[in-house]
Structure formats: C-alpha cells, structure tokens
Nanobody
C-alpha cells in the first residue's frame, strides 16, 4: 500500500523559513520513486486546493506558482524516496495545510495544474505564518 507522509510544518513568523519533507513508501513494484512526478499543494480555510510547486519525473524544470517564485525551492532525493520544499521569506498568506502528491510518469506543470484521480496524496502538514 502506497504511503505518502509529510513533515516539517509548524508555526513561524513572517519572513521566516521552513522546510517540508515528503516520503513515499510502498510504491508499486517496478516503478521507482524517480519515475514519479511529485508536487506540493496547499489549501487554506475556505479556499480551493492549489498547486504550489511540482517536479516532473526524470528531471526537467520544476513548476512554481507565481506567488512563491523566488521564495520556495522544490527538490527531490530519489535514493531516499523523499521530496522537499524549502520555503523562505514566508508570508501570512502562505498559511495553509500543505499536501504532498505523487503521480507516475507525469510532467511538473500537468501535475500542479490538474492532478489526476489516481494521484497519491499525503495527509498534510500545517504551515502557519504569523504577522
């Protein structure tokens, strides 16, 4: 059974930094972690879920939502089956539940723009930025 687990959320003051991590396990046999597009999504109360940053399978340019460009950096460590999101210069509007998503053989932008129904999701980690 596939498990996607996020960690690293917390409470931080505006201008601070956090690093989120996401580890995937139980992936279907024969499909390595590196074959998965991975992404970070967030959902604030009363708002729809939105794609924050995604990284495609097999390399290639990452996708960033305009509001986080220059502040957030997505990266992956394939041997460790782990995805990261380094978040700097945090703003109160970054406050949300952050979710990790995984989908095999997908491109970064496509995942962030519209994750398909068979995307694997984590339970989320809360990020709260105080002003």
């Amino acid at each position: 059974q596939v498990q996607v687990v996020e960690s690293g959320g917390g409470l931080v003051q505006a201008g601070g930094s956090l690093r989120l991590s996401c580890t995937a396990s139980g992936l279907p046999f024969g499909i390595a972690f590196g074959s998965y597009a991975m992404g970070w999504f967030r959902q604030a109360p009363g708002k729809e879920r939105e794609g924050v940053s995604c990284i495609g399978w097999g390399g290639g340019a990452a996708y960033y939502q305009d509001s986080v460009k220059g502040r957030f950096t997505i990266s992956r460590d394939n041997p460790k089956n782990t995805l990261y999101l380094q978040m700097n210069s945090l703003k109160p509007e970054d406050t949300a539940m952050y979710y990790c998503a995984a989908r095999a053989y997908y491109k970064a932008y496509d995942l962030c723009a519209g994750p398909p129904a068979d995307t694997y999701w984590g339970q989320g980690t809360q990020v709260t930025v105080s002003s």
